[in-house]
């Protein structure tokens, strides 16, 4: 396939979503944003054995009015023509993926998510869209910012960005060429699944991605925890999902003893309303 798979222009009419959703007075697009316009196109396919099984891999591309980007799509199990499929959108993070940093939980969240569709059925949709979308070399200012005592969210404001620059137009497209009805969203991030839906979307739920940390990445999960309502196990929220929604796998796919099954805590995502300054990052 290589037509266009959808316009999105029409879904974000302005660049709005380019300057970040709250925090700093900086009218600067974030540098991953796409712009208006965005059309996203369906590029090859591939068999890609990993430590955690085989997957398919699907190459896309995506171009807007200010740049072009590479989502990938890692697939598990026959998901066309399925309801309530699993799917974890994942933002990039070079520092801990590649180089295997412990300040952040974000190379945790993508094993989890990769160990979960491979064992129920699903995909990982892979947004490069590093640091919440300000790029890497940002990102490494403002972790130089954290280590004066700053959080993810002040070492941000304090270089003048926004807490959050990330868009999911690209998503919409991916989803509809693999054929999603609609998904449960692999994330603990309430501005996630209110964008995704905000597009579109047919969100059916949550189900928590759980993470215990460890010593370095604990005033990171602090911080999501506290400023930003991401639903972490010891936050003080939750959102359940109904059982009946679990019990139908995506796939055909069979459930291993060994694979994740934090599901069974998961909430009706219910309540979108929390505030932007609340719900910014991953």
Do not use: W
């Amino acid at each position: 396939m290589t037509q266009d798979l959808i316009t999105s222009s029409a879904l974000s009419p302005s660049l709005d979503h380019c300057h970040g959703a709250f925090g700093a007075d900086d009218s600067a697009p974030g540098l991953t944003c796409l712009g208006e316009n965005i059309t996203t196109h369906f590029v090859a396919e591939t068999r890609l054995p990993t430590g955690d099984g085989v997957f398919r891999v699907r190459a896309y591309r995506s171009r807007g009015s200010l740049r072009e980007s590479e989502p990938i799509a890692l697939v598990s199990g026959d998901v066309a023509g399925k309801a309530g499929v699993a799917v974890r959108v994942h933002d990039q993070c070079f520092t801990s993926e590649v180089f295997g940093s412990l300040k952040c939980d974000c190379k945790e969240q993508l094993q989890f998510a990769k160990e979960y569709t491979r064992a129920h059925g699903g995909v990982v949709i892979y947004m490069p869209q590093e640091g919440r979308g300000i790029g890497l070399a940002n990102k490494i200012m403002a972790y130089a910012m954290q280590e004066k005592g700053l959080d993810t969210v002040d070492a941000n404001r304090v270089l003048g960005f926004k807490d959050d620059y990330r868009s999911y137009e690209p998503v919409q497209a991916i989803l509809q060429d693999l054929g999603i009805k609609s998904v449960r969203l692999l994330t603990n991030n309430p501005r996630k699944l209110r964008l995704l839906s905000q597009l579109g979307i047919a969100v059916d739920g949550r189900l928590p991605v759980i993470i215990a940390g460890g010593e370095h990445s604990q005033g990171y999960l602090t911080a999501k925890a506290r400023r930003m309502a991401h639903l972490l196990p010891d936050s003080g929220a939750k959102l359940v999902l109904p059982a009946a929604s679990l019990s139908a796998p995506a796939s055909g796919a069979s459930t291993s003893p060994s694979s994740p099954s934090h599901s069974d805590s998961e909430d009706t995502a219910t309540d979108e309303s929390s505030q932007d300054e609340d719900d910014a990052a991953r």
